[in-house]
């Protein structure tokens, strides 16, 4: 069984408290599970995962979505697993969320599911959004792992509802722009959520400079997921703009990096 990865374009954290997120799928990006014969290192995650759906026996879990760097690998994992047992994912994933991240907005779990671009938001239904932009995102894996409880407890302890508002005023305009395909507006909307989720101090030195260089060849960059390290993600009109900037990027420690047409 399968589940593929996601990027939050616009609306990461202020989506804990309420607001709307717009998210995609990535399809290129998955984590295959499947039974091992014989024994095999199961890391503690992946067992209480099986715990959750009563699955015996060890699983072997093959991804290429980095871990800890905002493209949604648990929420991918428990969704996987939860496919192989024939339980309910969404109860599944919404559980292992919890226990991995404390207080999860449930956002990676809706859209690894669904495999669906969708407007997010806590307690409300989602809205899928079955259209492409005609834009191409570059994802950049700064190779710092993350913790999303971590990111999400600073931004509490912050207690900045202003930046969160900001954040949260910022999504409902890009997704106006989503809607028209208003590619350039939603670059320079990337670029004041940076800002924003700089001012969360979710960002740090080696992302600043990614950042800084990638919005120079791009639309408009900013980090995707709960910060902190992950990834970065840039706009492009086109693939060989977003193909210069890979190249480029290496420069700067970029692990690893994804083009993808959104
Ligand atoms: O787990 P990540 O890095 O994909 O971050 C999820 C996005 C947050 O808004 C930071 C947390 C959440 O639960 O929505």
């Known amino acids: 069984m399968q589940a593929i990865a996601k990027v939050i374009l616009f609306g990461e954290h202020s989506v804990v408290y309420g607001k709307k997120a717009l998210a995609i799928p990535i399809k290129e ?17 992946v067992e209480y995962i099986k715990g959750l759906v009563n699955l015996k026996g060890y699983l072997n879990v093959q991804s ?19 496919r192989l047992a024939g339980a309910d994912e969404k109860i599944i994933s919404t559980l292992a969320e919890k226990k991995a991240h404390g207080n999860p907005s ?27 932009i005609g834009a191409y995102l570059l994802i950049m894996d ?12 600073n931004v509490k302890k912050l207690n900045r509802m202003d930046l969160i508002d900001e954040l949260g005023d910022i999504t409902e305009k890009a997704i106006g722009h989503f809607m028209h395909d208003n590619v350039y507006s939603l670059g320079t909307l990337m670029k004041k959520a940076q800002n924003i989720l700089v001012k969360l101090k979710l960002s740090n030195e080696k992302i600043d400079r990614i950042v800084k260089k990638a919005n120079y060849y791009s639309l408009g960059s900013k ?8 990834c970065v993600i840039s706009l492009f009109t086109s693939k060989k703009k977003a193909n210069k900037l890979r190249k480029k990027i290496k420069k700067e420690g970029v692990v690893n990096s994804w083009i993808v047409s959104v």
């Open 142 to 153: 700064s190779g710092i792992q993350s913790s999303t409880k971590e990111a999400v407890e």
């Open 223 to 230: 980090i995707t997921g709960s910060g902190l390290g992950g």
């Open 64 to 82: 290429n979505i980095p871990i800890s760097r905002g493209l949604g690998s648990s929420a991918a994992l428990s969704i996987a697993i939860a």
């Open 106 to 132: 449930g956002i990676d779990s809706a859209v690894i599911s669904t495999e669906k671009a969708l407007v997010f938001q806590k307690g409300r239904e989602n809205i899928y959004i079955d259209k492409k």
């Open 29 to 45: 990006l998955k984590l295959r599970v499947k039974k091992q014969e014989g024994k095999c290192y199961q890391d503690e995650h």
